[in-house]
């Protein structure tokens, strides 16, 4: 089991942001977290990534506490990307990717064909060859975002937690991560949890699917059943209905706008 | 594409090889050019170990003392500032944001307010005020100061923004302590301090080489070992993290050298803090992409700019010399101001 938390609670100050969180993914599982903005999606990824100390329960990676990992060790079986990181100005595309390496050659150790080879590999699966020697300020949004997951992908971790890594990026390029995605979990068993925004591609790359509410989760299960359980229409306050668009795929969320 | 772009930019990258003759050039020109008036002949005599009694005196225990010094601070300054900028990731920041000058400042005062009582001395005569002691009191200052504002800052997470915000304010009140203290005073103290304050290499000695050297010595020795912990800790905390750095050590190190750095010169020079200000910018603009390069100009010209000011204070001022500080300051603010204007 190479990741999991049970009880999973943090509170900033008096609040709680988020309330007895179970997760447990198989080797190679794809787990979507969606919900409203501001209902513990990104709390949930920091804890699990253990940069916060939960208020109660525990995250274990490799059956083996968090807490109990330097941050190195942790770094070479588990790689976090937050939301909207911000990049250091004067860095190139290449040097990033190159951060992601530190698990691996720590502070003093100089990089080795099996680090350099790692790099290209990020570079190439984000299709960022090209653009290795680019500034990273002068890159577009989406460009830059792509670097992030390469320095993420550099690091080499079987667990890849993702917060909204296809936000501002154009639907090219999200449908580009979503593939790379199901790729590293298909050929590599990368077990990977991110938070998404986009329902329909969340239901179409997941296993299974956590659907969070003011820090609770409220469902937890694969995507037919959630589209069964009418939760999303009451959850985000919208109207509309799942329509089926094959059998072998995911049901597909239809909204219906106020002006029909 | 990529090929192009490289050479795109390698053609924008300025010439680097050009400095280090010039450095050489100006500590040259640093031994040879003086209020005194020394002929170049007499100056060559001293260096081949020849000379007059009178002119030796003023070449190895006056102005090579005073450029060593003024090199080792410069490069004190600049490293502080240039560790103090990435770690903050405040462009702005410089060794007056970890309170160590004014730290500093407010120990020299209270020293100087009381050793006219310990020392016995009348408090007109500045010569037997114990201006020998004002580094060790300065470097005091400065660190515990540093100290300070770091326990401060790690009560609430070492955050940048945090730190940077309770250096400003520590500095604030410690500074205007020692403005309180000096404005009581009457006597010949104010003239120490002020002329401390303004930032100077005068009457600069070997005994305040030997002081610096310890610091050079032991930050220099240190700095090839933080190349990746500099480079990592221009991140955000998550992010860095995230990449198995661990943050908070580095930070703290990194920090306590910076402080070390600066504190110490700070104690021999006084506070000419625009040089760990002005440095970096200049460091890194010369680099351009060439990321590595930016650590060793930045010692480079931290040397040869606190050199260089030296110099022309020197000679401008004539018998009343400008000092290093307001020199710095004065050319230093157009310089800067051309700099910053390249950050978006
Ligand atoms: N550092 C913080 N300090 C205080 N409250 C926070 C902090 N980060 C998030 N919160 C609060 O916790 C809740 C969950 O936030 P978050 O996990 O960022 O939600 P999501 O990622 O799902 O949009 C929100 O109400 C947010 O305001
Ligand atoms: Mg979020």
Known sequence: ?260 | MTGLTVAARQSLDRPIWIILPLALILIVLAVFLGVADLSPAMVLDVLTGHGSENARLIITDIRIPRIATGILAGIHFAVAGLLLQTITRNPLADPSIMGISQGATLAVTIFLFFAVYWFDSDPHKVYQLPVAWLPAVGLFGGLAAGAVIFLLARRHDLGPLRITLCGIAVGAVLHALAMGLIAGWGSARIEIVLQWLSGSLYARSWEHVLFLLPFTVAGLLVLPFLRRSIDLLRFEAPVALSFGFPYRAQFTVVLMIACGLAASAVGVTGPIIFIGLIVPHLARFIAGSRFNLVLPLTLLLGAVIVTAGDLIGRLAGGAEEIPIGVVSAIGGAPILLALLRRIR
């Open chain 1, 1 to 260: 089991m190479p990741l999991s938390c049970s009880g999973l609670s943090v509170a900033y100050g008096p609040r709680l942001a988020l309330n007895a969180f179970d997760l447990t993914l198989g080797k190679g599982e794809i787990r979507v977290l969606i919900g409203p903005n501001g209902s513990g999606k990104s709390t949930a990824l920091h804890a699990l990534a253990g940069l916060i100390a939960p208020s109660g329960g525990e995250v274990s990676v490799g059956g083996r506490a968090v807490a109990s990992f330097s941050r190195r060790d942790l770094a070479k079986r588990l790689s976090f990307l937050p939301q909207q990181p911000a990049a250091p100005d004067e860095m190139t595309v290449e040097q990033l990717v190159r951060q992601g390496r530190f698990a691996h050659v720590g502070l003093f150790r100089s990089y080795s064909a099996r680090d350099v080879e790692a790099v290209r590999w990020a570079l190439d699966s984000t299709g960022l060859t090209g653009l290795a020697e680019r500034n990273l300020r002068e890159l577009s949004g989406g460009e830059r975002q792509r670097a992030w997951i390469s320095a993420a992908l550099a690091q080499e971790a079987e667990i890849l937690l993702l917060d909204e890594p296809t936000s501002f990026l154009d639907i090219g390029h999200q449908v580009e991560v979503l593939d790379l995605i199901c790729r590293l979990s298909r050929e590599r068993r990368v077990t990977i949890v991110m938070a998404i925004h986009d329902l329909n591609q969340a239901m179409s790359v997941c296993d299974r699917i956590s659907l969070l509410d003011k820090g609770e989760r409220v469902f937890d299960g694969v995507p037919a059943d959630l589209a069964a359980s009418g939760l999303i229409e009451r959850i985000f306050n919208v109207r509309g209905r799942f329509v089926t668009i094959a059998d072998t795929r995911a049901p597909h969320f239809d909204v219906e706008l106020a002006r029909h």
